[in-house]
């Protein structure tokens, strides 16, 4: 099946700082794609809708100017994480939607996610 | 707004089946699946059932939906250790492309020996 990557895998960073999340599609291409955040035991919530080539569609109580998003290329968004605080900790997974030749339908790729720890 | 309730733990024992319940709320949910997310995976598309369905097989896996009741489960025969995981329930009013999903907290499918 489709394979979409996120990079980095993990990352610890200091308060205050940004921090810089991508996305990839590796086998197909991808106008859309999803930002979500999963808290411990919990769901994920979807953040964000990210376009290629237009801003990004943010869900209601995520700060756009807290999460930029940019979908630079038709395989590639990125998720920046500004001004990080501890409670901007979080498990960050991002998705894109592609064509399942093996089912015949249209489904959600997921990537493996990026854990963010700000201390 | 939209609601995905299902419970957080589900232990059986190896070659029982496992069943995985979840509740919904949104009446224009269309589309239901069924995710599998494995320790440093991403989220594995276990099978889908439209909301004009009522039952859907395919193999171990076992999908019925009560649509009036909004309840789906997800049905795993013969439990292998292999099945262990964190299965969530995700609903959509359209396919998989337009929209994000909304997703239950997960289960988390304990195996026994």
């Known amino acids: 099946g489709a394979v979409v990557s996120q990079h980095p895998s993990w990352v610890i960073c200091k308060s205050g700082t940004s921090v810089k999340i991508e996305c990839r599609s590796l086998?197909?291409?991808?106008?859309?794609m999803f930002w979500y955040r999963q808290f411990p035991k919990q769901s994920l919530m979807l953040m964000a809708t990210s376009n290629e080539g237009s801003k990004a569609t943010y869900e209601q109580g995520v700060e756009k100017d807290k999460f930029l998003i940019n979908h630079a290329s038709l395989t590639l968004s990125t998720l920046t994480v500004t001004s990080a605080h501890p409670e901007d900790s979080s498990f960050y997974i991002c998705?894109?939607?592609?064509?399942?030749w093996g089912g015949g339908y249209n489904e959600q790729f997921f990537g493996p996610g990026t854990r963010l720890t700000v201390l | 707004g939209e609601d995905v309730e299902q419970s957080l733990f589900l232990s059986v024992r190896e070659g029982d089946s496992s069943v995985i319940n979840c509740t919904y709320t949104?009446?224009?949910?269309?589309?239901l699946y069924w995710y599998k997310q494995e320790p440093g995976a991403g989220l594995q598309l276990l099978t889908y059932i439209f909301s004009n369905m009522d039952m859907k097989q395919d193999q171990r896996l076992t999908v019925l939906l009560n649509k009036k009741d909004k309840h789906l489960s997800l049905r795993i025969a013969d439990t292998q250790t292999g099945d262990s995981a964190i299965y969530f329930c995700a609903e959509s009013p359209t396919g998989g492309g337009a929209d994000g999903l909304t997703f239950g907290k997960g289960t988390h499918l304990i195996i026994q020996p």
């Open positions: 949104d009446s224009s949910s269309t589309y």
């Open positions: 086998d197909f291409q991808a106008t859309t």
């Open positions: 998705s894109a939607p592609g064509y399942s």
